[in-house]
């Protein structure tokens, strides 16, 4: 219990895939202009991820493995996160349309986000169980959807600050997310 704990705290916050491995970084600069969407897009990406890291290792271990076929290991999970974004897609289209509209085209573009790619494949590679894949999956999605609001709320609050003209816009939004990087740094320690 104590191995899933320590998983799960390095996933969200010691290994964070946005501000440590550097994953996930289009929508972590592209979307995040706003707490709204960041909000959202981080549930959203949070859904569709843990979801396709365990079909990607049920399917991968299921199928892949047995036929000795893992070097199509890539193109399968590039299958399975589509159709879950296609699924939630419909799903929310079907159930929350003003979602679904809030949503809008950040929806699709969580199939390129390579956050969802990174964790199906070092849970493959570091040859993580099923339970163990699920809870680093949850532990990389909340980090995810954390820095994500964190930095939306950051962004939201330099826009009404008195920010110099040369520092608007972008330079500030990386020297932010540089300083963010710094200090997610300091959760090395709970590592050790």
Do not use: W
Not at 43 to 58: G, M
Not at 62 to 76: A, C, Q, S
Request: proline fraction near 4%; charged fraction near 5%.
């Amino acid at each position: 219990m104590a191995e899933l704990g320590l998983l799960l705290i390095g996933a969200l916050l010691v290994n964070n895939f946005v501000l440590a491995q550097f994953l996930g970084l289009c929508p972590f600069m592209g979307i995040t202009r706003g707490y709204d969407t960041a909000l959202a897009t981080g549930l959203a990406t949070t859904f569709v991820l843990t979801l396709a890291a365990t079909l990607s290792y049920l399917l991968y271990h299921g199928v892949l493995v047995p036929l000795d076929l893992t070097y199509l290991r890539i193109i399968l999970f590039i299958v399975v996160i589509a159709g879950v974004v296609q699924l939630v897609k419909y799903y929310l289209q079907a159930t929350s349309p003003i979602l679904h509209q809030l949503l809008g085209i950040y929806l699709p573009l969580i199939t390129s986000n390579c956050a969802v790619l990174g964790v199906a494949l070092l849970a493959v590679n570091q040859s993580l169980t099923l339970l163990q894949t699920m809870v680093f999956s949850i532990g990389a999605a909340g980090g995810f959807t954390l820095v994500m609001v964190l930095f939306g709320a950051m962004r939201e609050r330099l826009q009404h600050d008195g920010i110099p003209q040369p520092f608007q816009g972008v330079p500030i939004a990386l020297i932010s997310a540089g300083i963010m990087s710094l200090a997610f740094m300091g959760f090395q320690g709970l590592a050790g």
